[in-house]
């Protein structure tokens, strides 16, 4: 019988995931924690106060559990990184040694989200490969390939079952996003419906890897899953669906809302979204453990827009 622990459960990604792992595995055996008390729509399930820093709390927990499984989602993101850099880095990375050292110690297999923030401005652009250079410029992709590393090298010297995507940018319906360069592309559905204009805080040609949760939820679980005599890739492996642009994503809202209005004033994320690739080439993850994606554009939007009518309409 499977015992999970999802560290940052009431984030944009950790909220979508303990649902999909209770539906998988059963409310009771998936144990949602966070530094705070839980989001309204985790909270009917087991949930645990949890600083991902505090590591004496941590094996608590893992001792009076005995969790076979760990996904630790927690993290200060790319923008919010910049503006704290030394708060980001403490937590990022200490937080991810914790976990690793639970793995090392009890057992357990471990998740941990990498992203493109690891790549960097003299990375290739298209089709950036699994291995490339990768100089990032900022907190967040510096911690983040940091943490691959160190996922590697507690593979290899403690047998650590550990496992990593390095994740596009995220778009989802059910939580707000948590500080991220790409949220703009959640963002802009959100003031469509509430008949808003939309300043967008990157260029309207910014082209950006992007990827609908349920594609994201599904990769994990599908590399979670996946033979471990399979995987090849010990650090984190590329992950792709899409790519587009704000204007691009605009125009495929307009199709539902001719009457909503765009406008672009870059600011500092506009530079760290300069250092990131264009599109990615993940034909590693699709040879190692079949993964596909399912949703383009026009499907993400046309989800986003159903979903979010759903809840913002009736508030009108």
């Given at each position: 019988m499977e015992?999970?622990?999802?560290?940052?459960?009431?984030g944009?990604?950790?909220?979508?995931l303990?649902?999909k792992?209770r539906?998988l595995?059963?409310?009771?055996?998936?144990i949602?924690?966070?530094i705070?008390?839980?989001?309204?729509i985790i909270?009917?399930?087991?949930f645990?106060?949890?600083?991902?820093?505090?590591?004496n709390?941590?094996?608590?927990?893992?001792e009076?559990?005995q969790?076979t499984?760990i996904?630790h989602?927690?993290a200060?993101?790319?923008a919010?990184?910049?503006?704290?850099?030394k708060f980001?880095w403490?937590?990022?990375m200490n937080?991810l040694?914790?976990?690793?050292?639970?793995?090392?110690d009890y057992g357990?297999k471990?998740?941990?989200?990498s992203s493109?923030?690891?790549f960097?401005?003299d990375?290739?652009?298209?089709?950036?490969p699994?291995?490339?250079?990768?100089?990032?410029d900022?907190?967040?992709?510096?911690?983040?390939?940091?943490g691959?590393?160190?996922?590697k090298?507690?593979?290899?010297h403690y047998?650590v079952d550990?496992r990593?995507?390095?994740?596009?940018?995220?778009i989802?319906y059910?939580?707000?996003?948590g500080?991220?360069t790409?949220?703009?592309?959640?963002?802009i559905?959100?003031k469509?419906i509430?008949?808003?204009?939309?300043d967008c805080?990157?260029?309207?040609?910014?082209?950006?890897?992007?990827m609908?949760?349920?594609?994201?939820v599904?990769?994990?679980i599908?590399?979670?899953?996946?033979?471990?005599e399979?995987?090849?890739?010990?650090?984190?492996y590329?992950?792709?669906?899409?790519?587009?642009?704000?204007?691009?994503?605009y125009?495929?809202?307009?199709?539902?809302?001719?009457?909503?209005?765009?406008?672009?004033t870059p600011?500092?994320?506009?530079?760290i979204?300069d250092?990131w690739?264009?599109?990615i080439?993940?034909?590693?993850?699709?040879k190692?453990w079949n993964?596909?994606?399912?949703?383009?554009?026009k499907?993400?939007?046309?989800?986003m827009?159903?979903?979010?009518?759903e809840?913002?309409v009736p508030m009108k």
């Amino acid at each position: 019988m499977e015992k999970i622990l999802i560290i940052g459960a009431s984030g944009q990604l950790g909220t979508e995931l303990t649902l999909k792992l209770r539906e998988l595995f059963g409310t009771e055996n998936v144990i949602a924690s966070d530094i705070h008390e839980p989001s309204a729509i985790i909270k009917d399930g087991p949930f645990e106060l949890l600083d991902a820093t505090d590591k004496n709390r941590l094996i608590q927990l893992t001792e009076q559990y005995q969790f076979t499984q760990i996904y630790h989602l927690a993290a200060i993101l790319s923008a919010k990184g910049e503006q704290n850099p030394k708060f980001a880095w403490d937590l990022n990375m200490n937080s991810l040694l914790n976990v690793l050292d639970i793995g090392k110690d009890y057992g357990s297999k471990i998740y941990w989200p990498s992203s493109i923030a690891v790549f960097g401005p003299d990375t290739p652009r298209d089709d950036t490969p699994q291995y490339t250079v990768m100089n990032p410029d900022t907190v967040y992709g510096i911690s983040k390939l940091a943490g691959e590393r160190w996922c590697k090298y507690y593979y290899k010297h403690y047998g650590v079952d550990v496992r990593s995507l390095r994740y596009p940018g995220l778009i989802g319906y059910k939580s707000k996003p948590g500080g991220g360069t790409t949220d703009y592309a959640v963002d802009i559905f959100w003031k469509a419906i509430s008949d808003e204009s939309y300043d967008c805080f990157l260029r309207e040609d910014a082209m950006l890897p992007m990827m609908y949760m349920d594609d994201a939820v599904n990769a994990t679980i599908q590399l979670m899953q996946a033979d471990p005599e399979k995987l090849t890739v010990r650090s984190s492996y590329n992950l792709a669906a899409m790519s587009f642009t704000p204007a691009m994503v605009y125009e495929a809202i307009q199709k539902r809302y001719p009457d909503f209005k765009i406008s672009y004033t870059p600011d500092f994320r506009q530079e760290i979204a300069d250092g990131w690739p264009n599109s990615i080439d993940d034909s590693q993850a699709r040879k190692d453990w079949n993964w596909k994606p399912e949703f383009d554009l026009k499907r993400l939007a046309d989800t986003m827009l159903m979903h979010l009518e759903e809840i913002l309409v009736p508030m009108k």
